[in-house]
């Protein structure tokens, strides 16, 4: 289906005589949707709109006019509405979204709407043209600072607003009482409500002063000047500094030099955890900045703030998860992605797109730098820099004056024995180390208290009914659950396999050792980090601030822990049950494990402290925990580079999964097959393109994926391997389309480029 510019070209008023507008829609589908229109021009392409798609309403991005439709006129439904309310998609914005579309191959429209917060995607919020907003005014300033504390409800409504104004409908969820506060703050003239168009209402932009931060070491201050000098063109730097050696400080500074100029800075981080600590040292250094967050853990109002600010222009710095790096920022002056080597950076569901990749791409989009910042680079970062696309910054030396790296030392547990998963030798240290006012970070990384309940008099072990894999024990609430599907049951009674009562937790999670460390430090103040002690909003934050105020002895925590904290007062970390990455299929295993170690690693002794890691395994002298305790990442990646390079794998070679799965097995098997078939044509295809046969891209047979049942459906992968993007995107482009053709509701399945886990 034609477009008529396939993107906003910023102008154009001209009215289509016959106007049939082409709608991208949140659907997996390549392809748009034609609708009738009365009164949009050439200036609404970029717009949302609210379209009729069977019974139901669904909200739409418009791409392009047309005066011809395949779809016979009388059969075109119209627009419900055009949302001219908001700021549309621009230009660049266009050319983003289309780069994702072709690299990544997945259809325009769900990229386009995903990159929008939830609530502006919503039909019908976006329906509504008017709301109220409320306002705080001098008078109900000047209030705030003098209600006494009984006055909880006006204080709580006058908070919420005091920053920016807010819409009536969200303050009235915030307090049972809000439309009888509200109404008598009005009376007092402590606010004021005004009806504007839909969509959150911001303050005017302010300038952006910044508080001066700590005297830099040399290299430091090398890589702020090396980074600033090239201000104003795309230059990916990747700044390579062990843990705690000031990384944050750079890009504070590298920030400052932008919004000194007038520009805009984009701040990705990997977890949502992590979000709130740079935060506040943001805030800090840039007082009066408009620093706003983007992460899908935020409440829709805020999140729609910031991203129209952004927008708009009025923000000055975003923050946020993998999803912010397509945030619209007209003035975008650097980039920072900080520890670029996380997989939490690669989107694993749906629209499969690294982040860290299409904020490069964005890069050079905006003609600005770009800054990868980690202590473990990832092996693609590396080979970048190898090639010269990437210029390496190193910083050798932690900042604080008397910080030096930690000692790492093994327990062997072929000679001592770990009860409950804890050695005695770990247990004494961990002792002696609060005894005297310091903390430790136990780091496991498996949640709940055991990987599975085994039966004593048989082995057997309950399995998930929907996935491939084991039931997890979660001890304190006395459940089994798949880690994979959600799935939970009770824990039985008896073994269903032979009817004995003898069921025993095998193995630990972090549960479990929280319960052991609890049992033999009775006095230590304890608080355990993953998934489930922090689903509520706001948990993470409470206990890394309990942490750093010096109110917990012992964390004990999965990945979670492992990265970008700062608690000076950290000076063990143990390190329980790493083994388990040894017997990994997937390549990226031995890379993932020694970035990770040595991650954890670097949270102790990053002040005037001394630090020690002391790593629980078996295989203490296995070459990849000698890395670690070499603290020497470049010489680890120089041999996994060589490993690599020998076996025809990421970065030397370019790789594509497409992922399928179904409920029944054999329409699984057909449709791999038909994509098998499918392949060889392509192949075909593509050598009499190129005039021979391309030896330098191979198709795999269809094999079970590694967790081959999930959520009630099989699930296999095939793999297309190629030693060059170019042949692999060529082919992808051939195969795709005919994919499609062979595809059944039966059957779901998506392109995965680069992926990480295969």
Known sequence: MARLSGCPTGGGSAIVKVPIVQVALDLPLAKTFDFLAVDVTGDDVGRLVVVPFGSKKMAGVIVGLSDVSEVPRDKLKAVILVQRALPKFSARDFA??????????????????????????????????????????????????????????????LSAIVEVPQAEAQLKLRHARAASVLSALLKKGWVVASEVARGPVSRARKS???????????????????????????????????????????YLRVIADALASGLQALVLVPEINLTPQFLR?????????????????????????????????????????????????????????????????????????????????????ESCVVVLGSATPSLESLHNVARGRFTQITLKQRAAANAVMPTIEFIDLNVERAEDGLSLSLVKAIEATVQRGEQVLIFINRRGFSPALVCAQCGAMPECKRCSARLVFHQKDRRLKCHHCGYQTRVPVACVACGSHEMVAAGQGTERIEEALRA?????????????????????????????????????GTQMLSKGHDFPNITLVGVVNADGAMFSADFRA?????????????????????????????????????????????????????????????????????????????????????????????????????????????????????????????????????????????????????????????????????????
């Not at 976006?126 to 204080?155: N, Y």
């Not at 931060?213 to 090396?226: I, N, S």
């Not at 009775?522 to 750093?548: H, Q």
Request: charged share 20%; aromatic share 6%.
């Open 281 to 365: 040292q943001v805030k800090l250094r840039f007082p009066d900045a408009h620093i706003v967050e983007q992460n899908s853990g935020m409440a829709d109002v805020p999140r729609m703030t910031g991203y129209l600010d952004a927008q708009t222009g009025l923000a000055d710095i975003v923050i946020g998860t993998r999803l912010a790096v397509f945030t619209p920022m007209p003035r975008l002056g650097v980039i920072v992605i900080d520890e670029e080597h996380d997989a939490s950076f690669k989107q694993q569901e749906g629209f499969r797109y690294s982040a860290r990749d299409v904020a490069i791409f964005r890069a050079q989009q």
């Open 208 to 250: 952006a002063t910044i508080s001066s931060g700590p005297l830099l070491r040399d290299e430091q201050q090398r890589a702020v000047d090396q980074i600033n000098a090239a201000r104003g063109t795309f230059t990916p730097f990747l700044l390579f500094g062990v843990t705690a050696s000031g990384k944050t400080e750079v």
């Open 96 to 157: 983003l979204f289309g780069f994702c579309e072709s690299y990544y191959h997945h259809p325009l429209g769900p990229i386009a709407l995903s990159a929008l917060p939830p609530g502006m995607r919503l039909p019908k919020l976006m329906a509504s043209r008017q709301q109220r907003v409320i306002d705080i005014t001098t008078q109900g300033r000047e209030a705030l600072a003098k209600l006494s504390a009984k006055a909880v409800a006006q204080r709580t409504m």
């Open 520 to 556: 033999k430090l009775p006095s230590a103040r304890i608080a355990r980090v993953d998934r489930d002690s922090t689903r509520k909003r706001g948990a993470a934050e409470k206990i890394f601030d309990a942490a750093a105020a010096g109110e917990i002895d012992v964390l004990v």
């Open 590 to 758: 031995a890379e993932r494990m020694v970035a990770q170690l040595c991650q954890v690693a670097g949270r102790a002794g990053r002040a005037d402290l001394a630090g020690r890691v002391l790593i629980q395994t078996r295989f203490a002298v296995h070459p990849l925990y000698q890395a670690v305790a070499a603290q020497d990442h470049a010489a680890f990646a120089a041999m996994a580079m060589n490993e690599r390079k020998s076996a025809n794998l990421p970065p030397y070679a370019y790789l594509a999964l497409l992922r399928a799965e179904a409920k029944s097995a054999d329409a699984l098997n057909a449709f791999m097959q038909a994509a098998v078939e499918a392949a060889d044509a392509a192949r075909a295809a593509q050598a009499k393109q190129a005039g021979c046969e391309n030896a330098a891209l191979h198709v795999w047979d269809p094999i079970p994926a590694p967790l081959a049942r999930k959520a009630g459906f099989e699930r296999q992968q095939l793999m297309v391997q190629a030693d060059s993007r170019g042949a692999l995107q060529q082919f992808l482009g051939i195969w795709l389309p005919e994919v499609r053709k062979v595809g059944s509701r039966a059957v779901k399945w998506v392109i995965d480029v680069d992926p990480l886990e295969v």
